[in-house]
């Protein structure tokens, strides 16, 4: 399966016309995007409020349509053994397909690029010599730039063509990292394809170690669902949640690349922070109790003592005739509602409808005939409406959860049997805040006022939602997610080997039980294609502490030479550091120097005082600012061509315990693609040794 390098024009030169067709390609969605362009609404539309919404959809239309001139139009070709039926085919005929990132057709509507999430691309990525599919040569293209440059050819079916890798494959793979997160459409493998490629329905949860592609295969997922589920998912909408902004930053290039613009990013604190402000921190005893799922029983507890039993009648005047609703007819209204369990805000909202009717049923009784108006004109009487007010009054959930951490009293009432003592003085605060504007909320109190919010009304509910990272998650945080997609599904992605927060849970049957979707089909992906195989080989020596039981990644990259562990003198550290650093900008790509938090501003120093400017992660990198400062913190899910990793042990003392420590370090040690340099003044930590 040799690859063929691009040597002229002539006409009998593959390369030559696999080009022409690159070019004619080009043209013809130039020429979509122009027909958008061109379009005249202004006697389609009845008025302007329709005007305007086919204006907005016809500019998306034409953004999706942009030619990203260094992404390829199309990365491979299948030529099939027998003729496609049109309806497969996106209306083609013929033996011949061009894979792409998007639809391209011609003038006559037939298609020049088929889009690699129809049904007749699903074969470029499974078939095999073991089922090739129907396919008897699958070509590969290899781009430098936006320059088609050369093409590599497997024939399925000859049986005296040796199977090989593919090296356009392998180059695709580990080209140099410039920039935000790119695709990997060009790449994705049958066993990433399988989950890409999961119906709608049902929620995946997706466990890999680094470098095995779960974040690109999470996106690629929502970019085919949206190919096939469009106007449902137009309607209900989608979601990314990342970690932080820098990750956020990182990936966003990828779904509009693949024409996809319309996909939301948000982490879970941009989600919960509508009512409040997040200006204060909890101490990690503190987070991980708010952050236990014990605490929405918590809160439902406290809602519920709001209701209060009647013990008065509800006398209603209207004219001349006085209506009286006995307390123990009121009271059996709530109890029913007490008893279906609603959204607090709902039974809120039944209760003067259900006194109402009775009232109704009263005046019916002695020949009136009231209708609907009557019913909604009593119960906005006066008399209802104060009865209502003293029996379930309206709550607002920040200030239930203000009460609930300034009233020691009010919360061992409600977390008897739930919360230990030790557990309530850790969540209380010590300088109780005077209302909800003062008070200096944290992370954890945003989550728990989210939880209040469903209860007392209930959150929107998105068509998919996929939660990268989710091992970081808290069970009330994966709750707050879970809303977001209960009438919906879900993409878990994660690593259990990197969880490293005081509450990362310990298993995917836990955190999918708090997501509310218990039957999501997991999946593992063991086979790495990013970290070379000596680094995820050095870094898996920590598994058995951080992770026992996890299958550890088996890297398909040899990289010789790709690991370099230094000890160097205390005092030479810093200088020793930049060196290295130095050493990587040799290279073509990007270069990440990860180091414990306390380090970054030593190290900053250093490398300002060698004359070098850095980035921060989050800003993009480009040919001429291609070395990233990288607190040890906010490393994970980035990645990097090589990597200069300062101070293991820093690293690890870090962190609150040594687990965590472990496992900051494992992130770290697996974020480079084609090199690592570890430096140590001081011993590794023993599992590394």
Same mark, same amino acid.
């Given at each position: 399966?040799?690859?063929?390098?691009?040597?002229? =024009?002539?006409?009998?030169?593959?390369?030559?016309?696999?080009?022409?067709?690159?070019?004619?390609? +080009?043209?013809?969605?130039?020429?979509?995007?122009?027909?958008?362009? *061109?379009?005249?609404?202004?006697?389609?539309?009845?008025?302007?409020?329709?005007?305007?919404?086919?204006?907005? #959809? $016809?500019?998306?239309?034409?953004?999706?349509?942009?030619?990203?001139?260094?992404?390829?139009?199309?990365?491979?070709?299948?030529?099939?053994?027998?003729?496609?039926?049109?309806?497969?085919?996106?209306?083609?005929?013929?033996?011949?397909?061009?894979?792409?990132?998007?639809?391209?057709?011609?003038?006559?509507? /037939?298609?020049?690029?088929?889009?690699?999430?129809?049904?007749?691309?699903?074969?470029?990525?499974?078939?095999?010599?073991?089922?090739?599919?129907?396919?008897?040569?699958?070509?590969?293209?290899?781009?430098?730039?936006?320059?088609?440059?050369?093409?590599? =050819?497997?024939?399925?079916?000859?049986?005296?063509?040796?199977?090989?890798?593919?090296?356009?494959?392998?180059?695709?793979?580990?080209?140099?990292?410039?920039?935000?997160?790119?695709? $990997?459409?060009?790449?994705?493998?049958?066993?990433?394809?399988?989950?890409?490629?999961?119906?709608?329905?049902?929620?995946?949860?997706?466990?890999?170690?680094?470098?095995?592609?779960?974040?690109?295969?999470?996106?690629?997922?929502?970019?085919?669902?949206?190919?096939?589920?469009?106007?449902?998912?137009?309607?209900?909408?989608?979601?990314?949640?990342?970690?932080?902004?820098?990750?956020?930053?990182?990936?966003?290039?990828?779904?509009?690349?693949?024409?996809?613009?319309?996909?939301?990013?948000?982490?879970?604190? =941009?989600?919960?922070?509508?009512?409040?402000?997040?200006?204060?921190?909890?101490?990690?005893?503190?987070?991980?109790?708010?952050?236990?799922?014990?605490?929405?029983?918590?809160?439902?507890? *406290?809602? +519920?003592?709001?209701?209060?039993?009647?013990?008065?009648? @509800?006398?209603?005047?209207?004219?001349?005739?006085?209506?009286?609703?006995?307390?123990?007819?009121?009271?059996?209204? @709530?109890?029913?509602?007490?008893?279906?369990?609603?959204?607090?805000?709902?039974?809120?909202?039944?209760?003067?409808?259900?006194?109402?009717?009775?009232?109704?049923?009263?005046?019916?009784?002695?020949?009136?005939?009231?209708?609907?108006?009557?019913?909604?004109?009593?119960?906005?009487?006066?008399?209802?409406?104060?009865? @209502?007010?003293?029996?379930?009054?309206?709550?607002?959930?920040?200030?239930?959860?203000?009460?609930?951490?300034?009233?020691?009293?009010?919360?061992?009432?409600?977390?008897?049997?739930?919360?230990?003592? /030790?557990?309530?003085?850790?969540?209380?605060?010590?300088?109780?805040?005077?209302?909800?504007?003062?008070?200096?909320?944290?992370?954890? /109190?945003?989550?728990?006022?989210?939880?209040?919010?469903?209860?007392?009304?209930?959150?929107?509910?998105?068509?998919?939602?996929? $939660?990268?990272?989710?091992?970081?998650?808290?069970?009330?945080?994966?709750?707050?997610?879970?809303?977001?997609?209960?009438?919906?599904?879900?993409? @878990?992605?994660?690593?259990?080997? #990197?969880?490293?927060?005081?509450?990362?849970?310990?298993?995917?049957?836990?955190?999918?039980?708090?997501?509310?979707?218990?039957?999501?089909?997991?999946?593992?992906?063991?086979?790495?294609?990013?970290?070379?195989?000596?680094?995820?080989?050095?870094?898996?020596?920590?598994?058995?502490?951080?992770?026992?039981?996890?299958?550890?990644?088996?890297?398909?990259?040899?990289?010789?030479?790709?690991?370099?562990?230094?000890?160097?003198?205390?005092?030479?550290? /810093?200088?020793?550091?930049?060196?290295?650093?130095?050493?990587?900008?040799?290279?073509?790509?990007?270069?990440?120097?990860?180091?414990?938090?306390?380090?970054?501003?030593?190290?900053?120093?250093?490398?300002?005082?060698?004359?070098?400017?850095?980035?921060?992660?989050?800003?993009?990198?480009?040919?001429?600012?291609?070395?990233?400062?990288?607190?040890?913190?906010?490393?994970?899910?980035?990645?990097?061509?090589?990597?200069?990793?300062?101070?293991?042990?820093?690293?690890?003392?870090?962190?609150?315990?040594?687990?965590?420590?472990?496992?900051?370090?494992?992130?770290?040690?697996?974020?480079?693609?084609?090199?690592?340099?570890?430096?140590?003044?001081?011993?590794?930590?023993?599992?590394?040794?």
């Amino acid at each position: 399966m040799p690859a063929h390098e691009f040597e002229s =024009d002539t006409t009998t030169d593959p390369l030559a016309h696999e080009r022409a067709h690159l070019a004619a390609s +080009r043209a013809a969605l130039r020429a979509m995007r122009e027909d958008a362009q *061109a379009l005249d609404i202004r006697d389609v539309t009845a008025n302007w409020v329709n005007a305007a919404v086919l204006q907005a #959809q $016809i500019d998306e239309r034409i953004k999706s349509l942009a030619d990203l001139a260094h992404t390829p139009l199309f990365f491979g070709r299948l030529d099939y053994l027998h003729v496609v039926g049109a309806e497969e085919a996106e209306g083609a005929e013929g033996e011949e397909f061009y894979i792409g990132r998007r639809h391209v057709h011609d003038a006559q509507g /037939d298609p020049m690029v088929i889009d690699w999430r129809a049904p007749v691309s699903q074969p470029f990525y499974r078939a095999s010599r073991k089922d090739p599919l129907d396919v008897g040569r699958r070509r590969r293209f290899g781009y430098t730039g936006g320059d088609l440059t050369a093409y590599e =050819d497997e024939h399925l079916t000859d049986p005296a063509e040796a199977e090989q890798t593919s090296k356009l494959l392998q180059a695709e793979i580990e080209r140099p990292r410039v920039g935000p997160m790119r695709d $990997i459409v060009a790449t994705i493998q049958p066993e990433q394809d399988e989950i890409v490629r999961s119906e709608l329905g049902g929620t995946v949860c997706v466990q890999g170690g680094p470098g095995t592609g779960k974040t690109a295969v999470g996106l690629h997922r929502v970019a085919y669902l949206l190919y096939a589920h469009r106007e449902r998912l137009a309607r209900t909408g989608t979601l990314v949640v990342g970690p932080n902004q820098s990750f956020l930053h990182y990936i966003e290039q990828v779904l509009p690349a693949l024409g996809e613009l319309e996909v939301k990013q948000a982490t879970v604190e =941009d989600l919960v922070t509508g009512q409040i402000e997040v200006r204060g921190t909890d101490e990690a005893p503190a987070a991980v109790v708010k952050g236990d799922a014990r605490m929405a029983e918590v809160l439902r507890r *406290a809602l +519920r003592s709001h209701v209060t039993l009647p013990t008065e009648p @509800v006398m209603v005047v209207r004219g001349s005739r006085r209506w009286r609703v006995p307390a123990y007819e009121i009271e059996e209204m @709530v109890q029913e509602l007490l008893a279906r369990d609603m959204r607090y805000g709902a039974a809120h909202e039944a209760l003067p409808q259900r006194i109402a009717h009775a009232v109704l049923v009263r005046m019916e009784q002695s020949g009136e005939a009231p209708d609907d108006r009557v019913q909604n004109s009593v119960a906005r009487n006066p008399a209802v409406k104060a009865a @209502v007010k003293a029996i379930w009054p309206a709550v607002d959930p920040a200030k239930l959860v203000l009460r609930l951490l300034s009233d020691a009293e009010f919360l061992a009432e409600h977390a008897e049997g739930l919360l230990t003592e /030790d557990e309530q003085k850790a969540i209380l605060w010590t300088k109780p805040a005077r209302s909800v504007k003062t008070a200096k909320w944290s992370a954890a /109190d945003a989550v728990l006022i989210d939880e209040a919010g469903d209860l007392v009304s209930r959150t929107h509910s998105l068509g998919h939602v996929v $939660i990268d990272e989710a091992q970081d998650l808290s069970p009330m945080q994966y709750r707050a997610v879970g809303r977001r997609c209960s009438t919906g599904s879900a993409t @878990v992605l994660g690593d259990l080997a #990197q969880g490293t927060t005081p509450w990362s849970t310990q298993s995917w049957e836990q955190a999918l039980h708090h997501l509310g979707k218990a039957d999501a089909l997991v999946e593992e992906l063991t086979a790495g294609f990013r970290v070379p195989r000596d680094v995820i080989a050095y870094a898996s020596r920590l598994l058995p502490v951080i992770s026992p039981g996890l299958t550890p990644v088996e890297s398909v990259r040899e990289s010789p030479g790709s690991l370099s562990v230094r000890e160097v003198a205390s005092d030479a550290l /810093d200088a020793a550091v930049v060196a290295a650093c130095e050493e990587s900008l040799a290279h073509e790509g990007s270069i990440g120097l990860i180091a414990a938090d306390a380090r970054v501003p030593a190290l900053a120093d250093a490398l300002t005082a060698a004359g070098h400017t850095y980035l921060s992660p989050g800003q993009e990198t480009t040919a001429e600012s291609r070395l990233t400062l990288v607190p040890a913190s906010l490393a994970k899910g980035l990645e990097y061509d090589y990597v200069v990793l300062d101070e293991p042990a820093a690293v690890v003392d870090g962190e609150p315990d040594e687990r965590t420590g472990l496992r900051r370090l494992y992130v770290a040690l697996t974020r480079a693609v084609s090199g690592l340099t570890v430096l140590h003044a001081v011993p590794l930590p023993q599992e590394l040794a």
